[in-house]
């Protein structure tokens, strides 16, 4: 339990789990994207989201709505690690596992939808 609690740790990890955040950020954009167009946007389960790639079309509204959702939460997860790494840790492990899972059932409903 210790090793676990020192894993838990450690800003290798962080960092680690930062980038995968990011992959998984892009990955999310571009199954949005690829589910949606060229303007099935009731495909998309998130109302924020959704109002506002209908204001500004599917290509511009993925890409602004992430931008701006990574340009927050990225400065604020850096802040964070430099107080306490264990909490942002595991919420970045949570986090990293519901985009997976997200991405996933995005790529899964495109493919539901091409055939």
């Known amino acids: 339990m210790i090793a676990l609690e020192n ?3 450690s800003s290798t990890l962080f960092w680690s789990y930062l980038a ?3 992959l998984l950020n892009i990955l999310d954009a571009h199954s ?3 589910v949606m167009y060229p303007n099935h946007y009731y495909r998309e389960k998130n109302p924020i989201a959704r ?10 509204g993925v890409v602004i709505f992430k931008a701006v959702l990574l340009g927050i939460l990225i400065p604020l997860m ?15 492990s949570v986090a990293n596992l519901v985009f997976a899972l997200v991405v996933f059932n995005n790529y899964r409903i495109y493919h539901k939808y091409v055939k």
């Open 7 to 9: 894993i838990l740790h």
């Open 20 to 22: 995968a955040f990011i």
């Open 32 to 34: 949005t994207y690829i």
């Open 51 to 60: 109002f506002v790639f209908k204001r500004l079309g599917c290509f511009r």
């Open 78 to 92: 850096g802040f964070y690690a430099g107080n306490d790494l264990f909490t942002i840790n595991i919420v970045l």
